[in-house]
């Protein structure tokens, strides 16, 4: 899923544009540039971190606006096919079907002031996007029914979110629809590579730069970055299919291969709100952004349930492999995966961060010292 972006010279498109009597004829060069600026700090996040915003809006979000069905995509110039693959996936269990038949819905009653804005650049008739994936990439259909089983938890999670977001309908459904979805291919990248089904993902939720935290969490995104990177190779030598000249050529590539795959989840793990910051800063650690992890939390909570601490780190961290010491055994979990430095004081300076965060979203409150409870609608059950 994307939201589209026109990659052609200012100046021939705005030739173009006025020829095909989408802009006004006559329009300055100077003009359409300052229009183009307006709409991309409109529509992309990554443009508007360079224009105005006032309290309480940041500049710094998560991307992939997407106001309405118009602006999907089932390709991206960053991220190849990767939501036509999702979707056979998703589409191989009715688990996953279910979820695609409810975010339909949401996509197709997707409105907002942000969808009216750029309807006029809107062209052309309205796409199916899901038709013809399999000539996007395949359709290994036990593949695909595999994928399905690895990532049911997930998938779960995904279906729980749509639940949500059709009951609680806003301008952003879709959106955060598109980040849930971002979500679990993130994770399913990881899982799927040989023996990291049961990775995780440690966040720093305090905020303390130059914290143990902090560099336990930044240490946790560059090990995800490296696996990933090495994913390809991991799993040709890990398969017994893979042919010996497919194999020779690989090797011949694999430096070229193992960046690509490097910038891709440098990309989509700061465009769908994981990791920060979203700067070019090289060192980047996992932290959910607002927006992102208010979807996990709507993914992991029941419609009028209202949950405690512990059971909800535990959906966190079978759904989303989220861990960050929430929970006692969280300790061993992650000695287990090499984050020993992490003591009690540690974990517990980052359960307040959570805590703060999960209330400031208006998903948790603290009727009493020590005792945090996570609802939908908190707001309801005071």
């Not at 390709?75 to 056979?88: D, I, M, P, R």
């Not at 979110?161 to 955060?176: D, G, I, Q, W």
């Not at 419609?303 to 969280?330: I, K, N, Y």
């Not at 984050?339 to 307040?352: H, K």
């Amino acid at each position: 899923f994307c939201v589209p972006v026109i990659c052609q010279a200012s100046k021939n498109l705005n030739i173009e544009l006025q020829e095909m009597a989408v802009l006004t004829p006559g329009l300055e060069l100077a003009h359409f540039k300052l229009f183009r600026q307006h709409l991309n700090a409109a529509f992309d996040n990554d443009g508007a971190a360079m224009g105005p915003a006032y309290s309480p809006y940041s500049t710094f979000g998560c991307d992939y606006s997407t106001p309405s069905l118009n602006y999907l995509a089932n390709q991206s110039k960053n991220h190849g096919h990767a939501g036509a693959f999702v979707w056979l996936v998703l589409n191989s269990g009715h688990i996953g079907r279910d979820f695609l038949a409810l975010a339909r819905g949401i996509a197709e009653r997707a409105t907002g002031p942000a969808a009216m804005l750029g309807s006029p650049l809107i062209l052309g008739e309205e796409r199916v996007l899901d038709q013809d994936l399999p000539a996007l990439c395949g359709n290994p259909r036990t593949l695909c029914e595999m994928h399905s089983e690895l990532m049911a938890l997930q998938t779960q999670a995904l279906l729980r979110l749509a639940v949500n977001l059709k009951n609680h309908p806003t301008a952003f459904s879709l959106r955060n629809l598109v980040l849930g979805v971002g979500s679990w291919l993130l994770v399913y990248q990881l899982r799927r590579i040989p023996g990291c089904d049961k990775t995780v993902f440690f966040c720093d939720f305090a905020g303390e730069s130059g914290s143990r935290l902090r560099t336990q969490a930044a240490a946790c995104y560059s090990r995800q970055l490296g696996l990933f990177g090495r994913s390809l190779r991991l799993w040709m030598e890990a398969s017994s299919e893979v042919l010996e000249e497919d194999r020779l050529a690989f090797e011949c590539q694999e430096e070229k291969v193992s960046k690509e795959l490097e910038d891709h989840f440098r990309d989509f793990s700061v465009r769908i709100g994981w990791a920060q910051p979203r700067t070019g800063t090289p060192t980047k650690y996992f932290r959910p952004q607002p927006d992102t992890m208010r979807v996990l939390l709507m993914s992991v909570l029941e419609p009028g349930e209202v949950c405690v601490m512990d059971e909800l780190a535990t959906r966190l961290r079978s759904h989303w492999q989220l861990v960050f010491g929430l929970l006692p055994e969280d300790h061993t979990i992650l000695r287990q995966h090499g984050y020993a430095p992490l003591d009690e004081s540690d974990l517990r300076t980052n359960r307040e961060g959570f805590k703060r965060l999960a209330i400031h979203l208006g998903l948790a409150w603290e009727p009493s010292d020590g005792l945090v409870l996570f609802s939908l609608n908190p707001d309801n059950l005071l």
